[in-house]
């Protein structure tokens, strides 16, 4: 199956050069502190990232800031949302390649066929992915920051959470089977369409859990505080993989939020950038 793009010339530029050219810049910014970007032998090992996935033009920095400080390797699971309700709630493709400007990502059929044997909840579903852009966005930073990698593409809609617990444990057994390193990516957007003020305060406290690993906590506290994270499912699968593999905190790398951007303040959307190593790694 070759997925074609869905939101090229929309979220990210559909020309190429433009695209290479607006990820190696994204991916070389350190943020506003920043004075140089990051080279290959400054690059950090990590377990996981969290990486938003609205167009380049307001979170292609925060996601670029992840993909240009960890190094990079050649097996990538991502688990993203199904925004739209068609197709299964918790879909997976374990054949094909996706396409985008750029050219083709092939999927590794073999790690994608590992998960779907060792988590029966995931489903073999082309129509969740089809339109999906959570995904796709991320494929182009791939692409250039890591040429020649492979991927395994989930797409999570609204579950409960023990559906998204049983997800997150299939994974950790699936990479910690693994013979290779092995990325896992989970990508969210943070809180949506509130004023600057309360949305800080509000994706704080989702940062907080995520930080801690506190996949329970991260699901209650976006359900009382009405913290509109579009990605919780994949966060939550996220967090219970790397806590069943050993992993105890998480570093937020950058955050912003849409005004950053467009200088609206009424009306905003959060983004985080956050990456979790082993425990001895993040003691270096």
């Known amino acids: 199956m070759l997925r074609l793009p869905a939101v090229a010339g929309r979220f990210y530029p559909s020309n190429p050069n433009e695209l290479a050219s607006v990820v190696r810049r994204m991916s070389e910014s350190r943020g506003s502190n920043a004075t140089a970007s990051t080279t290959d032998s400054e690059k950090i090992s990590v377990t996981a990232?969290?990486?938003?996935?609205a167009g380049y033009m307001y979170s292609g920095g925060v996601a670029g800031e992840v993909f240009g400080r960890i190094a990079l390797p050649r097996k990538i699971v991502i688990l993203g949302v199904r925004h739209f309700p068609r197709g299964e709630s918790a879909a997976i493709l374990s054949s094909g390649a996706w396409r985008t400007p750029l050219g083709d990502a092939p999927?590794?059929?073999d790690l994608a066929m590992a998960l779907r044997d060792a988590c029966p909840r995931l489903r073999e579903d082309s129509v969740a992915h089809s339109q999906e852009h959570s995904l796709e966005v991320q494929i182009p930073?791939?692409?250039?920051?890591?040429?020649?990698?492979?991927?395994?593409p989930v797409a999570l809609g609204t579950v409960r959470f023990e559906d998204l617990v049983s997800v997150g444990e299939a994974v950790a057994?699936?990479?910690?089977?693994?013979?290779?390193?092995?990325?896992?990516?989970?990508?969210?957007d943070l809180n949506h369409y509130e004023d600057d003020a309360t949305t800080r305060v509000k994706d704080a406290k989702a940062?907080?859990?995520?930080?801690?690993?506190?996949?329970?906590?991260l699901f209650d506290v976006c359900r009382e505080e009405k913290i509109s994270m579009c990605g919780l499912g994949p966060a939550v699968a996220t967090i219970t993989a790397l806590r069943a593999m050993g992993v105890t905190r998480g570093e937020l790398v950058r955050y912003a939020t849409s005004a950053d951007v467009s200088g609206d303040l009424s009306s905003v959307v959060g983004y985080a950038g956050i990456v979790w190593r082993e425990a001895k790694q993040a003691t270096k």
């Open 49 to 53: 990232c969290l990486v938003p996935h």
């Open 107 to 109: 999927i590794d059929t």
């Open 141 to 152: 930073f791939l692409q250039v920051m890591a040429p020649g990698f492979s991927f395994v």
């Open 173 to 188: 057994r699936v990479l910690m089977a693994t013979n290779e390193p092995v990325l896992l990516l989970a990508t969210s």
């Open 207 to 217: 940062v907080e859990k995520l930080l801690a690993l506190d996949a329970r906590g």
